[in-house]
């Protein structure tokens, strides 16, 4: 079984909306919105879906790999999602990390408040 191609209006589309993306993560970058390290991974989803989008016989092929035969274009859906999944990991592990930096630097504070109010009894 042959699997179907992309339609160019599909591809179209993706391709503008993966572009924009990526203007929109340098924008804030520049804009200092978004922490260069941040974004990496955003600018990383933006190029593979970018490239994805617009070569359409490559995602057709990739497609036909992964076993997708009735619709190509879903392979960008699921590596979007993909990426998405990675980013909201990474996000969770830095939150979690702040998260324990917030907890000791609240027990300093009140060692330090408790060493002031016994100095000044």
Same mark, same amino acid.
């Given at each position: 079984? #042959?699997?179907? =191609?992309?339609?160019?209006? *599909?591809?179209?589309?993706?391709?503008?909306?993966? *572009?924009?993306?990526?203007?929109? &993560?340098?924008?804030?970058? +520049?804009? +200092?919105?978004? +922490?260069? $390290?941040?974004?990496?991974?955003?600018?990383?989803? !933006? #190029?593979?879906? &970018?490239?994805?989008?617009?070569?359409?016989?490559?995602?057709?092929? #990739?497609? !036909?790999?992964?076993?997708? +035969? !009735?619709?190509?274009?879903? *392979?960008?859906?699921?590596? !979007?999602?993909?990426?998405?999944?990675?980013?909201?990991?990474?996000?969770?592990?830095? #939150?979690? $990390?702040?998260?324990? =930096?917030? &907890?000791?630097?609240? =027990?300093?504070?009140?060692?330090?408040?408790?060493?002031?109010? $016994?100095?000044?009894?």
């Amino acid at each position: 079984m #042959i699997a179907a =191609q992309t339609p160019f209006k *599909v591809s179209l589309a993706a391709t503008a909306a993966s *572009v924009v993306l990526v203007l929109v &993560v340098f924008e804030l970058i +520049r804009s +200092r919105r978004l +922490r260069e $390290r941040y974004a990496l991974l955003w600018l990383l989803t !933006g #190029i593979v879906l &970018v490239v994805l989008s617009a070569w359409r016989g490559g995602l057709n092929t #990739i497609a !036909g790999w992964l076993g997708v +035969r !009735g619709y190509p274009p879903a *392979v960008l859906f699921a590596v !979007g999602l993909l990426f998405v999944i990675l980013v909201l990991l990474h996000y969770s592990t830095v #939150i979690s $990390r702040l998260s324990d =930096q917030n &907890v000791v630097l609240a =027990q300093r504070l009140a060692l330090l408040e408790e060493r002031l109010t $016994r100095r000044d009894e």
